[in-house]
């Protein structure tokens, strides 16, 4: 059973910056891709970024130039730097992994059977 865990979401003024920690139980030896997903209530999750076993990363317009993805290969752990935030980055965030040995897109939600907690991030105008 592959687990995710979050850590990093907290509540700061428009402008400040927040980053996000998601350790997860990956075959270290195989290909893995990881997502960072966002939902506010009432809406669809939409992915934000990802990151794979290779080193390749994706971003979504909304947070391109703004967010950081990055990894840390010895422990498997995810993190999403998040700068320059804005209220409409208000969200849970959660990570997400489709499995061992299979691609991040199409980055939908559906696809994703393993997700973490999530953690709320807030940010105030």
């Known amino acids: 059973e592959i687990e995710l865990v979050e850590s990093g979401g907290g509540s700061v003024q428009a402008g400040g910056s927040l980053r996000l920690s998601c350790a997860a139980s990956?075959?270290?030896?195989?290909?893995?891709?990881v997502a960072w997903f966002r939902q506010v209530s009432g809406k669809e999750r939409e992915g934000v970024a990802t990151i794979n076993s290779q080193g390749g990363i994706t971003y979504a317009d909304a947070v391109k130039g703004r967010f950081t993805i990055s990894k840390d290969d010895a422990k498997i752990t995810l993190y999403l730097e998040m700068n320059d935030l804005k209220p409409e980055d208000t969200a849970m965030y959660y990570c997400?992994?489709?499995?061992?040995?299979?691609?991040?897109?199409?980055?939908?939600?559906?696809?994703?059977?393993?997700w973490g907690q999530g953690t709320q991030v807030t940010v105030s105008s």
């Open positions: 997400a992994t489709p499995g061992n040995d299979v691609n991040c897109y199409p980055l939908i939600a559906v696809r994703y059977p393993y």
């Open positions: 990956l075959y270290p030896d195989s290909y893995w891709c």
